[in-house]
């Protein structure tokens, strides 16, 4: 099995871009196809805005994101040390004409449920918070239900 | 973001918008400035060619819907407000299609974007340049 692949930087919005190469490649590296890594991007991009703006609204900070393989799909990890929020607990609308229950990001939250197969949050022993993304890689002639959210 | 306007004629002036790149929160207050300046040198109708916007965010479809705010003469809400942009965005999903702003050729993976948020309720999408244009009346 591979080695994950991390990538640390700054947390600004202007790194979004370096961010989602990063997913990208990872992504076709593991073996998910085009549409696949797209919605990980889409994912990973509103995990990733939703703490810049609201986790260090006025405070420098970091972002890190760890890729590696796990059955059937890929998993990716985002780690931050903003002060704790676990996105799981908010935002249970579902993207059609519904609206969204939470005060900010929550189109953001949607969107990951929406774009990925299984959210998953761990508060980091250090401070901080941890994020698991996991995107199943589609068997030919499958469909994943929206539904199987954990 | 390369933001580039062009006015045209058709049964009433057009403005387009032409994008290009990743539209996402890094740069969709840009979208904004530039539907609001065009709206300040007259522009009412605004055609978005999207063709060139290989990514979008959900900040992407708050620009969009701003734009089309603005065409419609509105305050637009603050946009640190998460909570009252987004329930603006759902009121006027729930209204239907408005007639000011029309998208253009968006790539497949924006338009599967639009589709899953249901904005194809609130933008006509065309496929073709003149048709969009002819579209505004």
Redesign the interface.
Do not use: F, I, V
């Given at each position: 099995m591979s080695k994950p692949a991390l990538i640390e930087l700054h947390a600004s919005?202007?790194h979004?871009?370096v961010l989602?190469r990063f997913v990208h490649d990872q992504a076709l590296l593991l073996g998910l196809d085009e549409?696949e890594a797209?919605d990980l991007?889409?994912a990973m991009?509103?995990a990733v805005?939703n703490i810049?703006?609201h986790g260090y609204p006025n405070q420098e900070g970091w972002i890190a994101i760890e890729m590696f393989a796990e059955a059937n799909g890929a998993m990716l990890v985002i780690r931050d040390a903003a002060p704790g929020f676990d996105p799981t607990q908010a935002g249970a609308s579902k993207?059609?004409?519904?609206?969204?229950d939470?005060?900010?990001?929550?189109?953001?939250i949607a969107?990951i449920r929406?774009f990925t197969d299984r959210m998953q949050y761990q508060p980091l022993a250090s401070g901080g918070n941890q994020l698991l993304l996991f995107k199943m890689r589609k068997a030919k002639g499958t469909e994943v239900s929206d539904d199987n959210h954990a | 973001m390369i933001i580039t306007l062009e006015q045209v004629q058709g049964s009433v002036p057009v403005t387009i918008m032409g994008l290009q790149g990743e539209l996402d929160a890094s740069n969709y207050q840009e979208v904004i400035a530039a539907a609001r300046d065009a709206y300040h040198s007259g522009c009412r109708y605004m055609l978005v060619d999207m063709s060139r916007v290989n990514f979008m965010s959900s900040s992407g479809i708050v620009a969009l819907h701003s734009v089309a705010m603005l065409m419609r003469g509105e305050q637009l809400h603050d946009l640190e407000a998460g909570w009252n942009v987004l329930h603006a965005i759902q009121h006027d999903l729930d209204t239907g299609i408005q007639q000011r702003v029309k998208l253009l050729n968006p790539q497949p993976k924006v338009l599967l974007t639009l589709e899953k948020t249901a904005m194809d309720t609130f933008f006509e999408i065309h496929m073709d340049r003149q048709a969009a244009i002819q579209a505004f009346s």
């Open positions: 919005l202007n979004l871009a989602r549409s797209y991007m889409l991009t509103e805005t810049l703006l993207l059609k004409n519904q609206a969204p939470r005060p900010s990001g929550g189109m953001g969107w929406q | -």
